[in-house]
């Protein structure tokens, strides 16, 4: 086998083993798990990328996978922010503290 015969071959293992259980991540169970599944998803798609571009030796190929990194990590901290429930604040504590800050900063008036 040649050299890119056998990147090929890891490309189409890592899109069967990583794709599969993404896609069944993604569409079942709880938002945190729907997340984890994204996640794999993205980081099987870099990872064969990366390794079609070996396999047909074009170094100028990486520039998707690179940039798909990048916004798999800012996605990923998106999703994160948008899951993380908000915790409810009461009126008086938190306008006191609020408001002694202030006081302390300065604008004592």
Do not use: D, F, H, K
Request: glycine share 12%; aromatic share 2%; hydrophobic share 55%.
């Amino acid at each position: 086998m040649t050299s890119a015969s056998l990147w090929a071959a890891a490309a189409l293992a890592l899109l069967i083993v990583g794709v599969a259980p993404g896609l069944l991540l993604c569409a079942r169970g709880t938002a945190i798990g729907r997340l984890i599944g994204l996640e794999l998803l993205g980081a099987s798609a870099i990872m064969a990328m990366v390794a079609l571009s070996v396999a047909v030796n074009q170094s100028s190929y990486l520039i998707v996978p690179l940039v798909l990194a990048v916004l798999t990590a800012t996605g990923t901290l998106v999703y994160t922010r948008l899951l993380t429930p908000e915790t409810p604040t009461t009126g008086n504590a938190s306008a006191g503290s609020a408001g002694a800050e202030n006081a302390g900063a300065g604008g004592g008036t």
